[in-house]
């Protein structure tokens, strides 16, 4: 018999069933850190937004925009498009949209002088059309929770 050289069918088989083992404890230990980046991200994005609005009441107050918001009682309300037609939240305008859509950011901004009279209180809603709603009132952080619907309204 020839002396061949090579790895026989059971030595293969090792090595695929090690490398599908290191694989799966990969993916399993990988996953939940990019889960959490998209979710942190996302709540970045929703501070650039109040950080958006804050920017536009001031605007407003010293007159210098006068369209792209509605007035409402004690305060203003911005769309997340408005904040962009504004050149306040640096988002292109092709991933943001006027209501809720696949695939886009949308949602509204509800700006109101806070009780005590000094300040506003922002309340956002926000959703990136797949996965993420950004809500936050009053004072504190912002909080985020699996979702799709907008439900802060400018009324």
Same mark, same amino acid.
């Given at each position: 018999?020839?002396?061949?050289?090579?790895?026989?069918?059971?030595?293969?088989?090792?090595?695929?069933?090690?490398?599908?083992?290191?694989?799966?404890?990969?993916?399993?230990?990988? !996953?939940?850190?990019?889960?959490?980046?998209? &979710? #942190? $991200?996302?709540?970045?994005? /929703?501070?650039?937004?109040?950080?958006?609005? %804050?920017?536009?009441?001031?605007?407003?107050?010293?007159?210098?925009?006068?369209?792209?918001?509605?007035?409402?009682?004690?305060?203003?309300?911005?769309?997340?498009?408005? !904040?962009?037609?504004?050149?306040?939240?640096? &988002? #292109? $305008?092709?991933?943001?949209? /006027?209501?809720?859509?696949?695939?886009?950011? %949308?949602?509204?901004?509800?700006?109101?002088?806070?009780?005590?009279?000094?300040?506003?209180?922002?309340?956002?809603?926000?959703?990136?059309?797949?996965?993420?709603?950004?809500?936050?009132?009053?004072?504190?952080?912002?909080?985020?929770?699996?979702?799709?619907? /907008?439900?802060?309204?400018?009324?």
């Amino acid at each position: 018999m020839d002396n061949k050289k090579g790895f026989t069918l059971i030595e293969l088989l090792a090595v695929i069933v090690i490398l599908a083992i290191v694989t799966v404890i990969g993916a399993t230990t990988i !996953l939940p850190y990019i889960q959490n980046a998209g &979710k #942190d $991200a996302f709540t970045d994005e /929703a501070n650039y937004v109040i950080d958006a609005a %804050s920017n536009a009441v001031s605007l407003i107050q010293i007159n210098s925009i006068t369209n792209n918001y509605t007035s409402i009682t004690n305060g203003y309300c911005f769309t997340l498009k408005n !904040l962009v037609d504004l050149g306040l939240w640096n &988002k #292109d $305008a092709n991933v943001v949209s /006027a209501t809720a859509a696949s695939n886009k950011y %949308s949602g509204t901004v509800r700006v109101t002088k806070a009780s005590s009279g000094n300040g506003y209180v922002y309340q956002l809603s926000m959703t990136d059309g797949k996965k993420y709603l950004a809500t936050k009132a009053t004072t504190g952080s912002i909080s985020i929770t699996e979702s799709t619907s /907008a439900t802060v309204a400018c009324s």
